[in-house]
Protein backbone atom coordinates (compact mmCIF):
# COMPACT_ATOMS: atom_id res chain seq x y z
CA UNK A 1 0.00 0.00 0.00
CA UNK A 2 1.39 3.67 -0.64
CA UNK A 3 -0.19 5.65 2.01
CA UNK A 4 -1.69 8.79 2.48
CA UNK A 5 1.31 10.77 2.77
CA UNK A 6 2.92 9.69 -0.17
CA UNK A 7 -0.31 10.02 -2.21
CA UNK A 8 -0.74 13.50 -1.41
CA UNK A 9 2.85 14.43 -2.20
CA UNK A 10 2.72 13.34 -5.46
CA UNK A 11 5.06 10.19 -4.94
CA UNK A 12 2.97 7.19 -6.16
CA UNK A 13 4.20 7.01 -9.69
CA UNK A 14 7.73 7.45 -8.35
CA UNK A 15 7.47 4.89 -5.77
CA UNK A 16 5.43 2.62 -8.28
CA UNK A 17 8.37 3.06 -10.42
CA UNK A 18 11.00 1.64 -7.92
CA UNK A 19 9.11 -1.39 -7.27
CA UNK A 20 8.28 -2.24 -10.80
CA UNK A 21 11.77 -1.57 -11.75
CA UNK A 22 12.57 -3.81 -8.79
CA UNK A 23 10.76 -7.10 -10.28
CA UNK A 24 7.62 -7.12 -8.55
CA UNK A 25 4.94 -7.68 -10.62
CA UNK A 26 1.44 -5.92 -9.93
CA UNK A 27 -1.70 -8.81 -10.31
CA UNK A 28 -4.00 -6.19 -8.65
CA UNK A 29 -4.18 -2.57 -7.88
CA UNK A 30 -6.57 0.46 -6.98
CA UNK A 31 -6.57 4.15 -5.99
CA UNK A 32 -8.83 4.20 -3.29
CA UNK A 33 -9.65 5.84 0.30
CA UNK A 34 -10.19 4.16 3.48
CA UNK A 35 -12.96 5.12 5.97
CA UNK A 36 -11.88 5.09 9.53
CA UNK A 37 -13.78 2.07 10.41
CA UNK A 38 -12.11 0.30 7.52
CA UNK A 39 -8.05 1.76 8.28
CA UNK A 40 -8.99 0.11 12.13
CA UNK A 41 -10.09 -3.11 10.61
CA UNK A 42 -7.20 -3.25 8.30
CA UNK A 43 -4.69 -2.07 11.45
CA UNK A 44 -6.45 -4.62 14.27
CA UNK A 45 -3.41 -6.36 14.98
CA UNK A 46 -1.91 -3.01 16.92
CA UNK A 47 -5.16 -2.19 18.79
CA UNK A 48 -3.50 -2.32 21.95
CA UNK A 49 -0.69 -0.20 20.74
CA UNK A 50 -0.77 3.38 22.06
CA UNK A 51 -0.11 5.33 18.60
CA UNK A 52 -3.24 2.87 17.08
CA UNK A 53 -5.49 6.23 17.16
CA UNK A 54 -3.30 8.27 15.62
CA UNK A 55 -2.55 5.40 12.70
CA UNK A 56 -6.31 5.31 12.06
CA UNK A 57 -6.15 8.61 11.32
CA UNK A 58 -3.65 8.84 9.57
CA UNK A 59 -4.26 6.31 7.30
CA UNK A 60 -8.04 7.38 6.61
CA UNK A 61 -6.79 11.34 5.91
CA UNK A 62 -6.20 10.48 2.17
CA UNK A 63 -6.14 8.48 -0.93
CA UNK A 64 -4.14 5.34 -1.01
CA UNK A 65 -2.56 2.80 -3.89
CA UNK A 66 -3.17 -0.88 -2.46
CA UNK A 67 -1.83 -3.57 -4.92
CA UNK A 68 -0.87 -7.06 -4.54
CA UNK A 69 2.55 -7.86 -5.94
CA UNK A 70 4.27 -10.78 -7.09
CA UNK A 71 7.87 -11.51 -7.01
CA UNK A 72 10.11 -15.11 -5.62
CA UNK A 73 10.46 -14.22 -2.04
CA UNK A 74 8.45 -11.12 -2.17
CA UNK A 75 7.57 -10.46 1.62
CA UNK A 76 11.26 -10.33 2.25
CA UNK A 77 12.49 -8.42 -0.42
CA UNK A 78 9.70 -5.92 -0.46
CA UNK A 79 10.48 -5.12 3.28
CA UNK A 80 13.89 -4.73 2.29
CA UNK A 81 12.93 -2.02 -0.89
CA UNK A 82 10.91 -0.20 1.53
CA UNK A 83 13.50 0.06 4.67
CA UNK A 84 12.98 0.14 8.28
CA UNK A 85 9.68 1.61 10.14
CA UNK A 86 10.87 4.72 11.13
CA UNK A 87 12.75 6.41 7.82
CA UNK A 88 15.85 8.00 10.05
CA UNK A 89 16.47 4.46 10.80
CA UNK A 90 16.23 3.45 6.68
CA UNK A 91 19.17 2.00 4.68
CA UNK A 92 19.61 4.73 1.85
CA UNK A 93 18.32 4.02 -1.57
CA UNK A 94 14.96 2.67 0.43
CA UNK A 95 11.48 3.79 -0.68
CA UNK A 96 10.89 5.19 3.30
CA UNK A 97 14.39 6.63 3.51
CA UNK A 98 14.08 8.69 0.04
CA UNK A 99 9.79 9.69 1.27
CA UNK A 100 8.89 9.21 4.70
CA UNK A 101 8.46 11.60 6.64
CA UNK A 102 8.58 9.97 10.31
CA UNK A 103 7.52 6.50 11.71
CA UNK A 104 4.06 7.45 11.80
CA UNK A 105 3.49 8.79 8.44
CA UNK A 106 6.05 6.05 6.80
CA UNK A 107 4.89 6.35 2.99
CA UNK A 108 4.26 2.92 2.23
CA UNK A 109 2.84 -0.95 4.28
CA UNK A 110 4.31 -4.09 2.81
CA UNK A 111 2.62 -7.64 4.41
CA UNK A 112 5.13 -9.28 6.91
CA UNK A 113 4.25 -12.62 5.95
CA UNK A 114 2.68 -14.48 2.79
CA UNK A 115 -0.15 -15.27 4.99
CA UNK A 116 -0.81 -11.82 6.21
CA UNK A 117 -0.55 -10.78 2.55
CA UNK A 118 -2.94 -13.29 1.38
CA UNK A 119 -5.22 -11.51 4.24
CA UNK A 120 -4.33 -8.22 3.12
CA UNK A 121 -4.97 -8.80 -0.91
CA UNK A 122 -8.45 -10.04 0.08
CA UNK A 123 -9.42 -6.88 1.82
CA UNK A 124 -9.07 -4.98 -1.03
CA UNK A 125 -9.73 -6.98 -4.27
CA UNK A 126 -12.41 -9.07 -5.03
CA UNK A 127 -11.07 -12.48 -7.79
CA UNK A 128 -12.46 -10.61 -10.41
CA UNK A 129 -10.04 -8.12 -9.80
CA UNK A 130 -6.88 -9.74 -10.03
CA UNK A 131 -5.04 -10.84 -13.02
P1 LIG B 1 5.76 -1.87 9.49
O1 LIG B 1 5.48 -3.34 9.35
O2 LIG B 1 7.18 -1.50 9.12
O3 LIG B 1 4.76 -1.00 8.76
O4 LIG B 1 5.65 -1.50 11.04
P2 LIG B 1 4.66 -1.98 12.23
O5 LIG B 1 3.86 -3.18 11.81
O6 LIG B 1 5.47 -2.05 13.47
O7 LIG B 1 3.67 -0.73 12.40
C1 LIG B 1 2.61 -0.53 11.50
C2 LIG B 1 2.50 0.94 11.20
O8 LIG B 1 2.12 1.63 12.39
C3 LIG B 1 3.79 1.63 10.78
O9 LIG B 1 4.10 1.45 9.42
C4 LIG B 1 3.50 3.08 11.11
O10 LIG B 1 2.68 3.70 10.10
C5 LIG B 1 2.67 2.94 12.39
N1 LIG B 1 3.52 3.12 13.57
C6 LIG B 1 4.44 2.25 14.07
N2 LIG B 1 5.05 2.77 15.16
C7 LIG B 1 4.47 4.00 15.35
C8 LIG B 1 4.66 5.03 16.33
O11 LIG B 1 5.48 4.95 17.24
N3 LIG B 1 3.88 6.16 16.17
C9 LIG B 1 2.96 6.29 15.17
N4 LIG B 1 2.22 7.41 15.08
N5 LIG B 1 2.75 5.34 14.25
C10 LIG B 1 3.51 4.22 14.33
Known sequence: MIKPDATQKGYS????????????SVK??????LTKEQAGLFYEVHKERPFYGE???FMSSGPIV????EKE????????LIGA???????DGT????YAAS????AVHGSDSDENAAIEGDFFFSKLERF
Open 13 to 24: GAILDQIIKAGF
Open 28 to 33: AMKWTR
Open 55 to 57: LVD
Open 66 to 69: AAIL
Open 73 to 80: NAVADFRK
Open 85 to 91: TNPAQAE
Open 95 to 98: IRKL
Open 103 to 106: VGEN
